[in-house]
């Protein structure tokens, strides 16, 4: 214990800042609601403080919302959050932006150099993904962003970065030099406690077997691939993955593959039909709640370009499902390969993400893989009360060191 007598189980003040306060906009918004809500449970007073956003909720903080545009300056927001901190007094200020004067910086998306990059990969295009890069880095926002998270890396006493994975600790550690001692992974946590909707559940199974012409007593096994980003999460690479798999079948089930999200449809059913898979593709469009669908699929997969930790695949491992996605994936973390997935090192690898399928299309596989999920535990390990807890105590390590000083 600290001279100043406070210990892990002191309820302490902590400002989560973040750009926008709203879930709907993505799922970086949704983790940090959802992690709000678990440090909140564990006896912390907590509040989000947005430059823009939703502000019905008591504990949310919207500075800029008189400000034109969907989005607040940098610079604006800065300053508007000095003023608001001078104002109100927090033990912590926990930060997704890069801003030196947080305690902890834990970016949402990884670094903004890494994400450039693998988003301007994500074209398989060298003139394309050239100008992407030229384009990114002469954008004024991102630049801003860039140079300040780089500004934040080279002081040595700035915030502790808290990664999502060790794909992000890497990154900090390539791309800015940042020391060992000021990381710490916190890898990526989820909502382990959602509930079915059994007729929704119902309906949603119905869909798809419809939609492929299916008995139920059909023997198949259901792919789920859900992403608002159908390129970067590497769509394209999986539907050519579907044809070469169904031309090597060498097992009974039938694979079929349901794409979940809001991005270009069109683009991914011109492709399907084209390379003649067309019948073993469902597109569904946007799903509202995640846990329903993953009841009635078999596998989940995401052969992204880039994610700094999936929640997808995170959710999907609470929900007892087999994942194959990339080593571009920090969620890779809490599985291990071969035992409850399959880890492909390139989205463009397309023979190895066809043999993972394959793979799965053996349904003792599938079935051994679901039971090494419950053996090993892996609820807890993705669970967002486990990294809610993780943090708490970083939070502290952090509350001491400032006592001592």
Known sequence: MSKSGYNCAMKRKIAIIIERADITL??????????????????????????????????????????????ACYFTFKKALKEHLSENHYDIIHSVLPFEFADVYQPRGGTYIESTLRNAASYQNRFTESYKKLTAFTNVRRTILRRAERKLCSKPDGPIIAALSKYVAEQFKQHYAVKDDRIVVIPNGVKT???????????????????????????????????????????????KAMQSAAAQRRTQADTYLIAAGSDRISKYRKMAKKLDVEKKIVFSGPVRHIQNILSVIDVAVLPTFYDPSSRFILEAIAAGKPVITTRFNGAIDLFIDNRHGKVIDSPDDIGALAEAIRYFADKKNIQKASEAIAADNLIEKVSIERAAKQLVSVYESILQRKDAG
């Open 26 to 71: 993505g799922g970086a918004e949704r983790s940090v609601f959802e992690m709000a809500g678990a440090l909140s449970a564990l006896g912390h007073d907590v509040e989000i403080v947005a430059a823009k956003g939703q502000t019905s909720s008591e504990n949310i903080r919207v500075l800029c919302q008189d400000k034109p545009g969907r989005r």
């Open 193 to 239: 406690d959602k509930r079915i909707d059994t007729e929704e559940a119902k309906k949603l199974r119905e869909q798809i077997t419809g939609q492929l012409g299916l008995k139920e007593t059909a023997n198949a096994v259901f792919f789920l691939f859900a992403a608002n980003n159908f390129r970067l999460k590497g769509l394209a690479a999986l539907i």
